[in-house]
């Protein structure tokens, strides 16, 4: 491939690649692996664009190396090797991007295509697009079965299980509210209404203390339509009998963006909220007064978390899977097997031993088992447990109820454009599956 078709495909690669963090400025000291890869990354496609391929080359690997297995990176990595003719090297990166389970079109893909009519490397080329297309095949359909819809425009974004009450609370971002849905799929309004709510996004259960907790945030589906200003991004402590709000933590003011997601209970009662524009990740102490930062100037976009023994764990959206000590203190990112690509985790949960994710931000969707090392030091297994299934259109997040993963399977976020309006009339209702994990899935 030329240098100006080499341009065309980094400069299709681009906002993908963006799309697995924010922009915002990491001053750490000495540089962490996000900042890294990120400039590492800049500064690689900067030098293909000015037809300095050595230069690129040299920086994608050193990208490579602060984060592995990064999608996106891997296939451009494989199409800039083409670009200077090495077509082995090619073969390596897009075997890598196999390996790892994933997909992505050979019919469409130039550099690729190159790569399959050369004679010497035909072989290699035809076994790679065998892996693809099994990496296509359907997993965990005789296991995941629906367990309820919600119907109309309403986003689906987490859900807990009220046990006391047997009922499932779901959070709805363009529904910009809190619904309960019984055990016989009876949807039912829980949520008060309240000024500050707009879209719903995360929650977390304290069934002993009786109070939900849930994050609220303008995004473009909660705002769309809305008449004046939406109000900013807040933590929400919830009254669990009554469903109405009882107190309220607002997001540093600071000049920066901020958007609260996903969230965490503590074993003490305190909870962490994850701050996926702003990158951080806060913490409210047991007694519920203080919110306060946790982990800051580390993350692109801190998504699932649950708190394991004396460590939270964190799904970066942008670098992958990271352990903090619940005390405080330096994180750590997991390695992984060494073809596992974990970039795209949105959702996390645990059984109270293993790490269930749902990956949203990769082809396919799919649903992982994470086994940990006895010491919590690294990942020692990814197993794929769902993908490629209809039931699976950007699922989000998850809980483990009763010896089976339950998660918004289906959430519509791809229902809706940028703007946050519905992309047609009827928008196919948001859905919830189980993925019983019997000994067989274990």
Excluded: C, K
């Excluded at 190159?114 to 790679?128: M, S, T, V």
């Excluded at 596992?340 to 645990?350: E, N, P, V």
């Excluded at 089976?404 to 599956?433: K, M, Y």
């Amino acid at each position: 491939m030329g240098g100006g078709m080499l341009r065309g495909a980094i400069a299709g690669l681009v906002s993908g690649l963006l799309v697995f963090g924010s922009s915002v400025a990491m001053a750490q000291e000495p540089e962490g692996d996000v900042a890294a890869f990120r400039r590492l990354r800049a500064e690689g496609l900067a030098a293909a664009q000015a037809d300095d391929l050595v230069t690129a080359s040299a920086r994608l690997a050193e990208a490579d190396e602060r984060i592995p297995n990064h999608p996106g990176l891997m296939i451009l990595r494989a199409r800039l090797a083409m670009a200077m003719e090495d077509p082995l090297e090619a073969l390596i990166h897009y075997g890598r991007y196999g390996a790892a389970g994933l997909v992505f079109n050979p019919e469409a893909d130039t550099a690729f295509a190159d790569l399959r009519a050369r004679p010497a490397h035909a072989a290699g080329a035809a076994i790679i697009a065998g892996l693809i297309e099994e990496n296509r095949q359907p997993v965990g359909e005789d296991a995941l079965v629906p367990l309820f819809e919600l119907d109309g425009p309403v986003l689906a974004e987490s859900l807990v299980r009220d046990a006391t009450d047997n009922r499932w609370l779901v959070s709805q971002i363009a529904g910009r509210t809190i619904v309960s849905v019984a055990d016989d799929g009876t949807v039912s309004p829980w949520l008060e209404p309240n000024p500050a709510v707009s879209g719903v996004v995360g929650l977390a259960l304290d069934q002993a203390r009786g109070t939900l907790w849930a994050t609220t945030a303008a995004l473009p589906p909660a705002t769309h339509g809305w008449t004046g200003e939406a109000p900013p991004t807040a933590l929400l402590q919830i009254d669990l009998a009554t469903g109405r709000v009882v107190g309220l933590f607002e997001a540093p003011s600071d000049g920066r963006e901020h958007a609260f997601g996903d969230l965490a209970l503590g074993p003490n009662g305190e909870v962490f909220v994850a701050d996926g524009t702003g990158g951080d990740i806060y913490r409210l102490d047991a007694s519920g007064t203080s919110l306060t930062p946790f982990v800051i100037n580390v993350f692109g976009s801190p998504q699932g978390m649950v708190a394991l023994g004396d460590h939270l764990f964190v799904a970066d959206y942008s670098s992958g899977l990271w352990r903090v000590p619940l005390s405080g203190g330096t994180p750590v990112r997991l390695n992984a097997p060494p073809e596992a690509s974990l970039i795209g985790i949105d959702g996390l949960a645990t059984d109270g031993t293993r790490l269930f994710a749902i990956q949203n931000g990769v082809a396919p969707q799919r649903v992982l088992r994470l086994a940990l090392m006895p010491d919590h030091s690294e990942i020692a297994l990814v197993e794929v447990l769902a993908a490629n299934l209809p039931e699976i259109e950007e699922p989000t997040t998850a809980t483990v109820v009763d010896g089976q993963l339950v998660f918004v399977s289906r959430s519509q976020w791809n229902g809706f454009d940028p703007g946050g309006a519905p992309r047609q009339t009827e928008v196919p209702p948001a859905l919830i599956s189980r993925l019983p994990l019997t000994p067989e899935h274990d």
